[in-house]
């Protein structure tokens, strides 16, 4: 089955600073890469996804790029704020098979902005 | 509208207790789905209805057992519990099973004593 790492467990940044998390999957067969913010007390709100057919999307702050000959995938969040500390969970999904419909996800990133 | 609602909020119960779990959506979407998630851990596929029908149960312990009683509402009905199961429990819907964009409710927090 499809195996999602992902990278840091924790990143602190300041105020303004740059974010960037990275995951890689196990499964070339994967072909939709969705990224999820959970804030503390709520569920994971879908923030930016991409499709194998796409190496980039941006979104205002947040942009997504994808690798598919390294099977990789990050998440860049520019300019950050605080109101962006939250835990981040990169996923894998592909439409084929019989494990359609199922994400495997990261073990997420704690993202702490410091004013 | 993308909202996925979830009820109860909060649910504590003893493990001889029969509880449910409610979720609906009005987004007109197709698949619907049960997640179990530990603390500081990602979510984890516990059950998905596509079309109202049972789709995918990820070796779930019958403890659990989901209903689909039509398109917009999804219930978790939970008898037996342990403690280990004390969790939140997210709900999420997509357009259909098709890898595309799922939205999460926000859980219910379940503890069992």
């Known amino acids: 089955g499809e195996n999602v790492e992902q990278h840091p467990s924790t990143l602190s940044v300041q105020e303004g600073d740059s974010a960037v998390i990275k995951c890689t999957y196990s499964d070339s067969a994967s072909n939709y890469f969705p990224w999820y913010k959970q804030e503390l007390g709520k569920g994971p709100q879908l923030i930016i996804d991409i499709r194998s057919n796409v190496g980039e999307k941006k979104d205002q702050r947040i942009a997504v790029t994808l690798n598919k000959t390294a099977k990789h995938f990050s998440l860049h969040i520019t300019e950050t704020q605080p109101e962006d500390s939250a835990v981040y969970f990169c996923?894998?999904?592909?439409?084929?098979?019989?494990?359609?419909?199922?994400?495997?996800f990261g073990q997420g990133t704690i993202l702490t902005v410091h004013p | 509208d993308t909202e996925v609602t979830q009820t109860p909020k909060h649910l504590v119960m003893g493990m001889t207790n029969k509880k449910s779990l409610k979720c609906e959506q009005h987004?007109?979407?197709?698949?619907m789905y049960w997640y179990k998630q530990k603390a500081k851990k990602p979510p984890e596929l516990m059950f998905v209805y596509s079309y109202e029908k049972l789709s995918i149960n990820e070796s779930v312990p019958s403890r659990f057992s989901p209903e689909c009683p039509n398109s917009s509402l999804l219930n978790l009905h939970l008898h037996a519990l342990q403690p280990e199961d004390s969790a939140l429990y997210l709900c999420a819907s997509s357009q259909d099973e098709i890898p595309g964009e799922q939205y999460f409710g926000p859980g219910t927090r379940l503890t069992v004593t």
């Open positions: 987004m007109g979407h197709r698949a």
């Open positions: 996923a894998a999904s592909n439409a084929g098979g019989t494990s359609y419909g199922k994400l495997t």
